[in-house]
């Protein structure tokens, strides 16, 4: 007879999650999709995972900087431009660039087709800020924009 194979685990963070294309809440806000497609309750505190949708012509907020989180953002359709502390990098499908907290950063799309990057945030916690954001009335308010990144931790960085 085999003995029972043991973990010290909790059940929580054994549980494994499928994520389909379409999967998640979207919290959407300035002009992006933002899907939530696991939140830090669902990850046992370790990341936050999240796609975000980029249409043509548009990009992320104003050159900023996350004083509590790091970034890695993998492009999974379309291209993208991702401008980290001043240099930019073109991100195409499959590409990864790791945005480390304290670095100010930028992304948008000047091409002709709908960017999706695939997001990984460590520490979890960004969720919540993208759900105050979708709650802005539309458009791009960077004054509301700014008051909501404060609360998280985020800042637009001055030129």
Same mark, same amino acid.
């Given at each position: 007879?085999?003995?029972?194979?043991?973990?010290?685990?909790?059940?929580?963070?054994? $549980?494994?999650? %499928?994520?389909?294309? !379409?999967?998640?809440?979207? =919290? +959407?806000?300035?002009?992006?999709?933002?899907?939530? @497609?696991?939140?830090?309750?669902?990850?046992?505190?370790?990341?936050?995972?999240?796609?975000?949708?980029?249409?043509?012509?548009?990009?992320?907020?104003?050159?900023?900087?996350?004083?509590?989180?790091?970034?890695?953002?993998?492009?999974?359709?379309? $291209?993208?431009? %991702?401008?980290?502390? !001043?240099?930019?990098?073109? =991100? +195409?499908?499959?590409?990864?660039?790791?945005?480390? @907290?304290?670095?100010?950063?930028?992304?948008?799309?000047?091409?002709?087709?709908?960017?999706?990057?695939?997001?990984?945030?460590?520490?979890?916690?960004?969720?919540?800020?993208?759900?105050?954001?979708?709650?802005?009335?539309?458009?791009?308010?960077?004054?509301?924009?700014?008051?909501?990144?404060?609360?998280?931790?985020?800042?637009?960085?001055?030129?």
């Amino acid at each position: 007879m085999t003995a029972e194979p043991t973990t010290t685990e909790p059940a929580a963070a054994r $549980r494994h999650h %499928v994520c389909h294309p !379409g999967d998640g809440t979207n =919290l +959407g806000a300035i002009g992006l999709g933002i899907y939530t @497609r696991l939140t830090g309750a669902d990850t046992n505190g370790a990341y936050s995972l999240f796609e975000y949708v980029v249409p043509p012509g548009l990009g992320g907020p104003p050159t900023h900087v996350h004083s509590r989180e790091d970034e890695l953002f993998t492009c999974v359709q379309g $291209r993208v431009i %991702v401008e980290l502390d !001043g240099e930019p990098h073109e =991100l +195409g499908v499959g590409d990864s660039l790791l945005m480390p @907290r304290g670095v100010p950063h930028v992304f948008y799309n000047p091409f002709e087709d709908e960017t999706r990057i695939v997001a990984v945030v460590s520490p979890p916690g960004l969720e919540n800020y993208y759900r105050e954001l979708s709650q802005l009335p539309p458009g791009r308010d960077m004054t509301l924009v700014a008051e909501v990144m404060t609360r998280y931790g985020l800042s637009l960085q001055k030129k």
